[in-house]
């Protein structure tokens, strides 16, 4: 893949449309498939988020880094990546990865995607119940399945192995800073001067497939 493919700063690799996103088109194809066998299973699997790119990551990144100007800026950091990627380093940048839910499940409530909604007794429970049997049979994990110390559990967040992890390898430091060169993201100066251990905590310390 690309060095703007990675951080987001192209799109080029995204030829497959599946649920109003834009997937790489192996992702895409396996996705397709497991939301078959989902479908097939009773559930109305979808995406609630797919794609994004590097705009929309640091336009996300700019609004938290601005509505927690209370907190000193090295904290402010952590806060935010407990949830939100770096812009250039998100998995969704990749269109290997998606965020997943049922809406026939949801009802009328408001999605959230958080962890309540997924864990026993929420309307997603039964769906990541099936999805931890199956999901895998077709490429997919949880890259943020358990708590690691980075980034919090996302049971909502699906990734296409074969793809995302050649990705997670070509992604480096140096192509990160050099995207951050063309659109530096809120807090740059205090991101490079803590660089090694937000990157070594927030984007490699992720579960195994």
């Known amino acids: 893949m690309l060095e703007a493919q990675l951080c987001g700063q192209s799109e080029s690799h995204l030829t497959l449309k599946v649920d109003n996103t834009q997937l790489q088109v192996e992702a895409g194809k396996a996705y397709l498939s497991l939301q078959q066998a989902a479908a097939e299973a009773g559930f109305c699997l979808r995406i609630a988020s797919g794609f994004r790119s590097y705009q929309r990551q640091a336009a996300i990144w700019q609004a938290k880094f601005d509505n927690l100007q209370h ?92 793809v995302a992890s050649r990705c997670l390898e070509q992604l480096s430091p140096k192509v990160l800073k050099q995207a951050w060169q063309q659109q530096p993201p809120a807090g740059h100066e205090q991101l490079l001067q803590h660089f090694d251990q937000l990157y070594n905590r927030y984007i490699t310390n992720i579960c195994s497939a």
Do not use: C, N
Request: net charge negative; hydrophobic share 40%; aromatic share 14%.
């Open 71 to 162: 907190i000193p800026v090295p904290e402010r950091l952590h806060e935010i990546l407990r949830w939100s990627a770096l812009p250039g380093a998100s998995r969704h940048h990749w269109g290997t990865d998606m965020d997943i839910y049922d809406p026939v499940a949801l009802g009328d409530a408001q999605l959230k995607l958080e962890p309540e909604e997924y864990l026993q007794g929420g309307p997603f429970s039964d769906l990541l119940v099936w999805l931890q049997l199956e999901a895998p049979r077709y490429g997919f994990f949880w890259p943020y399945g358990e708590d690691k110390g980075g980034i919090a559990a996302e049971p909502w967040h699906l990734s296409y192995q074969p």
